[in-house]
């Protein structure tokens, strides 16, 4: 009866070692690739507590998060032939973790890889203006080149982009002048635009006044009372032009009414005829 008792505790023992050698846990982020004597199940394993059977199952867990990767720095030459150094980054994540286990050995690996030669290509593709200015369209297309291949991994490139652009010393002191010149150019419009608009507008004032010429008197009241606001112990009167204009014509009009009421000079009486000797 001992005996009997002691082999029941003993298989017992064994049933749950045999049990716990099975177990495996899933983490939330992982998800599980059996392999039963080297071919894969069809189906995955999910988050939690899972069996296998022991000895004969063995289990690939695969990570589902979002893997960010950078691309290390890519030297090339653009179509505009401009050699640049060009760095990137990479967000991909397992979508089909069978593919992911069974068609390639590492996908982070291999999409890194893919990753650097889809960057020099782009590189060659495009002009230097356009990996300074256009970066969206170059980021969709590089992450089109790279999802690409990465499609059949079962692995999905959520994003690429381009992190920093490096361009030689030389280049670089070139545009920093061409910035500048840039720059003096627009100044000079700038201000020779509003020197032409002040000019049209002193135009139509003059016109203005020359049909009002009671508004250079307001005018100058006006300047008056600015300059008398800055408390200066001397004011200086400007003489108006106007002032001189009425004097002018008041003369010219004094000495036209003066010749026509001045007496007519006397005609002198002719020479009598003188007398030839014969």
């Not at 023992?13 to 039963?36: C, D, P, T, W």
């Not at 505009?80 to 690996?109: C, G, H, M, W």
């Not at 020779?192 to 004032?205: I, K, R, W, Y």
């Not at 020359?210 to 009372?225: F, G, H, Y």
Request: charged share 25%.
């Amino acid at each position: 009866m001992e005996g009997t008792v002691v082999a029941v505790v003993l298989v017992a023992v064994a049933v749950l070692l045999v049990l716990r050698s099975g177990m495996r846990v899933v983490n939330q982020v992982e998800r599980g690739v059996v392999f039963r004597m080297g071919k894969a199940l069809p189906t995955y394993r999910q988050p939690g507590v899972t069996f296998l059977i022991p000895f004969v199952d063995r289990m690939r867990k695969v990570n589902t998060q979002v893997v960010t990767m950078p691309v290390p720095t890519q030297e090339g030459i653009t179509k505009d032939n401009v050699s640049v150094k060009v760095d990137a980054v990479v967000y991909f994540r397992v979508t089909d973790p069978l593919r992911a286990a069974i068609e390639v050995q590492d996908y982070v690996f291999a999409v890194g890889q893919v990753a650097q030669s889809s960057l020099r290509s782009i590189i060659g593709k495009s002009d230097l203006d356009d990996l300074l200015s256009d970066r969206e369209r170059l980021h969709e297309g590089l992450a089109l080149m790279i999802d690409s291949p990465a499609a059949g991994w079962g692995v999905h490139i959520d994003r690429v982009e381009i992190k920093d652009v490096q361009l030689p010393e030389s280049l670089k002191r070139s545009m920093s002048r061409q910035a500048e010149a840039e720059r003096e150019r627009r100044a000079r419009v700038i201000t020779a635009d509003g020197e032409f608009q002040a000019a049209q507008q002193l135009a139509n004032a003059s016109r203005i006044m020359s049909d009002t010429p009671e508004a250079m008197q307001l005018r100058l009241l006006q300047t008056v009372v600015e300059v008398a606001a800055e408390k200066n112990s001397t004011l200086v009167m400007p003489f108006p032009v106007e002032l001189l204009r009425y004097f002018d014509k008041a003369a010219q009009h004094f000495g036209s009414g003066a010749a026509a009421t001045a007496p007519a000079a006397p005609v002198p009486a002719p020479a009598p005829p003188v007398e030839q000797q014969p």
